[in-house]
């Protein structure tokens, strides 16, 4: 199962994987995995950027 975490780096708090989350999706080629988990860990970053908790 493909795994990601994002920390927020002021608190240390768990961005993601957070509760009820959909899980990574799986990719032939290991680089398509990681260009995939960097754009979507920036998204999340702006998402908490934009609306903290």
Do not use: C, N
Request: avoid cysteine; charged fraction near 30%; aromatic fraction near 14%.
């Amino acid at each position: 199962m493909p795994t990601l975490k994002v920390i927020r780096l002021s608190d240390d708090r768990v961005i993601y994987p957070f509760q009820g989350h959909a899980d990574m999706p799986f990719f032939d080629e290991a680089d398509d995995a990681q260009s995939y988990a960097e754009r979507y860990g920036w998204q999340l970053v702006d998402g908490d950027i934009a609306v903290p908790e």
